[in-house]
């Protein structure tokens, strides 16, 4: 008992750490959220918000939308928002019916527009911008007004009524018999296997490294759960469909692009495709956090193969060794027949003859850290000018891919905060020509992520956005597929497999309609928000 009501007193801090501002006195806070009264909770708690964005008019919204609704007006429509003493009205209440929706702002996530954030999940202010993609890509225009003091601002029609469907709508339980997947083997899933979980067997998650792929929140539930399991989405089959079709010796690898709002499923999407590459016997090459090499490094030198451009030994090393760890069944299976075409000279003593095989100038770049990058370097370059030679296709997966193309805390000028450009840097200079020049028998898995950007340029999540011009212009052209948040399939199977693996223990959240619903109208459908909903239950 006492667990849960702390549980459900760090979610109230989330609130108050977004800055919201509605006061309450102890006595309402605590009836309403079912929290004891000698909970130190100050008298005239105050959630406080000096920010205009609809994004944090959403979040107070809905931390409030057990509250009731009232003084509706003829011109527009304002909501006053206030807390129930009684805890017999904590149930979702009925919205009225709106018209004359005057404010830009949006209350209701349930419509889920791409402006959209939710509780849960740390955000910075964002920016407004237009975003424009050569007819590639949607306009997209956002203006805000209004700040959340007490009165929230409702937003448009569409949105409300979406909203006032989904709290008043009859609601069924999925009548699925299960929401696992028989068939583990990623080569024999297909449309059949939709919006339910498939599971990766430990070995294979650790040789993939996806625990450093994924956010936290799902490693660590995965890790409680003792299961690496990983839902089928559309994206995800997508993906492999193209890369399947396209990838043989003879055509020019192919580039596809995934985008979408923070905590869609980007990078679970990613896995499944290269949990899928993996199992096709191919070769995986993918850099783990690699956006941290602009800012987060554990020693810099100067390169000796390349006046002014930058080496990171260290993390040099870590990348040789998950390519030789992701791919120890390929050297095992089609070792003596990769090899290199040509010679490469280290020092005065050292080099690589041509002829070598792959795995030995790895296994060197490995023993001398010193030549780490240059190494990763040569590697590459075999990739791009000999792999159409290779067995097998290769398959290159960068998850944020926009960090290349942002600044880096190495300063030619740290007067002037001069900044070194993450071109500069060996390894990413590397992976660059992958990106710009073309190369046969293989493919290419960009993943463009808002995180990888600086927080002052986190406004769009467009590809067009955030790898701005140069960014675009490189990876030119590529297919684009937009990963989306859960739909209504995908989000009560989530809910029915944390029932069924007993993640949510809460017996009235494991059997009540309401507070399902709840949980679907305050994670506004998005994977990583809902996996923070969860932790108040």
């Given at each position: 008992m ?50 205009s ?18 003084n ?14 009684d ?12 018209t004359?929706i ?5 209350l ?58 989904l709290?008043?709508?009859d609601?069924n339980f ?28 430990e ?15 799902f ?20 993906c ?53 090499w ?9 390169s000796?193969r390349?006046?002014?451009r ?10 040789l ?26 020092s ?9 095989t ?10 001398r ?35 290349f ?7 030619t000028?740290?007067?002037k ?20 020049q ?20 986190r406004?769009?999540?467009?590809p067009r956005?955030?790898?701005g ?5 490189m990876?030119?052209?590529?297919i ?8 209504h399939?995908e ?36 994977p ?6 969860l932790?108040?239950?």
């Amino acid at each position: 008992m006492a667990a849960r009501c702390w549980r459900k007193y760090n979610f109230l801090n989330t609130f108050y750490r977004q800055n919201l501002k509605t006061r309450f006195s102890t006595k309402t806070l605590s009836d309403a959220l079912g929290l004891p009264e000698s909970l130190p909770i100050s008298e005239n708690f105050e959630f406080r918000s000096e920010s205009s964005h609809p994004s944090n008019q959403n979040i107070a919204s809905n931390a409030l939308l057990k509250c009731n609704l009232n003084n509706q007006t003829q011109s527009g429509v304002k909501l006053k928002v206030k807390a129930e003493a009684d805890a017999e009205q904590l149930s979702l209440q009925p919205t009225p019916s709106f018209t004359n929706i005057g404010s830009s702002s949006s209350l209701i996530a349930a419509s889920r527009p791409a402006s959209t954030r939710s509780i849960g999940c740390s955000r910075r202010d964002y920016s407004t911008g237009t975003t424009t993609n050569n007819n590639l890509l949607d306009n997209r225009t956002q203006s805000h007004t209004g700040g959340a003091t007490g009165t929230v601002n409702i937003g448009t029609t569409a949105n409300i009524n979406s909203a006032t469907h989904l709290l008043n709508s009859d609601f069924n339980f999925p009548n699925n018999s299960s929401v696992k997947i028989s068939e583990n083997d990623p080569l024999k899933h297909t449309t059949h296997h939709l919006f339910k979980f498939f599971n990766i067997s430990e070995d294979i998650a650790q040789m993939l490294q996806i625990s450093l792929i994924l956010r936290q929140e799902f490693v660590a539930r995965m890790k409680a759960l003792h299961e690496n399991s990983i839902m089928l989405r559309s994206p995800g089959l997508e993906c492999i469909e193209i890369l399947r079709a396209s990838c043989n010796p003879e055509s020019i690898a192919t580039k596809i692009v995934l985008y979408g709002d923070d905590g869609c499923g980007k990078s679970s999407t990613l896995v499944n495709v290269l949990h899928t590459c993996y199992q096709m016997n191919w070769m995986v090459i993918c850099p783990v956090r690699h956006y941290l090499w602009n800012n987060y490094f554990s020693e810099v030198t100067i390169s000796s193969r390349k006046s002014g451009r930058i080496d990171i030994p260290k993390e040099g090393v870590d990348f040789l060794m998950s390519i030789k760890q992701m791919n120890s069944q390929v050297f095992q299976k089609f070792g003596d027949s990769l090899r290199t075409v040509e010679a490469y000279t280290w020092s005065k003593k050292e080099a690589t003859s041509a002829g070598s095989t792959i795995e030995e100038l790895l296994d060197f770049g490995i023993e001398r850290p010193k030549y780490s990058c240059d190494v990763a370097g040569a590697f590459l370059k075999e990739v791009r000018l000999n792999g159409k030679n290779w067995p097998m296709p290769v398959f290159i997966a960068l998850d944020g891919v926009n960090s290349f193309f942002a600044p880096t805390k190495i300063f030619t000028d740290r007067v002037k905060r001069i900044s070194l450009p993450a071109s500069q840097i060996s390894l990413v200079h590397n992976l660059l020509k992958l990106i710009s020049q073309p190369w046969h028998n293989g493919g290419m898995l960009l993943v463009a992520d808002e995180r990888a950007n600086p927080l002052d340029k986190r406004a769009s999540c467009q590809p067009r956005y955030l790898l701005g011009e140069e960014g675009f212009n490189m990876a030119n052209p590529f297919i684009p597929i937009h990963v989306e948040n859960y739909n209504h399939q995908e989000i009560n199977n989530t809910l029915d497999y944390l029932i069924e693996r007993k993640w949510i223990q809460n017996q009235h959240y494991r059997t009540s309609k309401e507070a399902r619903k709840e949980l679907i109208f305050l994670s506004d459908h998005n994977p990583l928000f809902l996996e923070n909903v969860l932790k108040a239950v």
